[in-house]
Nanobody, 125 residues
Framework: VQLQASGGGLVQAGGSLRLSCAAS????????MGWFRQAPGKEREFVAT????????SYADSVKGRFTISRDNAKNTMYLQMTSLKPDDTAVYYC???????????????????WGQGTLVTVSS
């Protein structure tokens, strides 16, 4: 199983970025997926999760209203549209596939089995 995250970069505060996560070698469409992030010197934290059918989305309070998670099962790809970016959003962003097929989307990282390599998002003030 491979997850390839992309789309990170340097952006000014208030700007936007769209992250992508392409999956291969996995029955993508049966599993809930999520985005997590890790800022320098901090622990990895939950950002957003989406159900296997593209519904049941949930977000961390810190990104609610600014970030939108989506997926295209036909393309085996998940997205994170990030708007109104803040310097506090600076982190390495990781995509992940949940351990158990179907089920309830989780905000907890131990519930996720496969992880992408991460893509760096830097927001300048």
């Amino acid at each position: 199983v491979q997850l390839q995250a992309s789309g990170g970069g340097l952006v000014q505060a208030g700007g936007s970025l769209r992250l992508s996560c392409a999956a291969s070698g996995h029955t993508f469409s049966r599993f809930n997926m999520g985005w997590f992030r890790q800022a320098p010197g901090k622990e990895r934290e939950f950002v957003a999760t989406i159900g296997w059918a593209g519904d049941r989305k949930s977000y961390a309070d810190s990104v609610k209203g600014r970030f939108t998670i989506s997926r295209d099962n036909a393309k085996n790809t998940m997205y994170l549209q990030m708007t109104s970016l803040k310097p506090d959003d600076t982190a390495v962003y990781y995509c992940a596939i949940q351990r158990i097929p179907y089920g309830v989307p989780s905000t907890r990282s131990p519930e996720y089995e496969y992880w992408g390599q991460g893509t760096l998002v830097t927001v300048s003030s």
